[in-house]
């Protein structure tokens, strides 16, 4: 059974940091792109960061680009996103996501990606 289950949200000050954690089961890593996405309230999807299933190239989203840090470990079937100098722009519920096609491009666009977890809320308060 192929799921993902986001872990490590939680509420943090202006200038802090979090770890988030997906853990994926089901899933080849080695053949999978996959990435985290974000929702604000009364906004639209949007990518954040994704990782090439070759685990070669790396996206990010201008606005967390020198911030943020996506990485996974492929023993452990992990999919992690760390986060630093957060801001309360950055407040969202959190998602990682897989492309069920295998050897995706690492796409920025939200529905290139069909595998979501049921996400975990970040929340910065200033």
């Known amino acids: 059974q192929v799921q993902m289950v986001e872990s490590g949200g939680g509420l943090v000050q202006t200038g802090g940091s979090l770890l988030l954690s997906c853990s994926a089961s089901?899933?080849?890593?080695?053949?999978?792109?996959m990435g985290w996405f974000r929702q604000a309230p009364g906004k639209e999807r949007e990518a954040v960061a994704v990782?090439?299933?070759?685990?070669?190239?790396?996206r990010y989203a201008d606005s967390v680009r020198g911030r943020f840090t996506i990485s996974r470990d492929d023993a452990k079937s992990t999919l992690t996103l760390q986060m630093n100098s957060l801001t309360p722009e950055d407040t969202a519920v959190y998602y990682c996501a897989a492309q069920s096609s295998k050897y995706g491009i690492a796409s920025m666009r939200t529905p290139m990606y069909d595998i979501w977890g049921q996400g975990t809320q970040v929340t910065v308060s200033s």
């Open positions: 990782f090439r299933y070759a685990g070669d190239f790396t």
């Open positions: 089901g899933i080849d890593f080695g053949t999978t792109t």
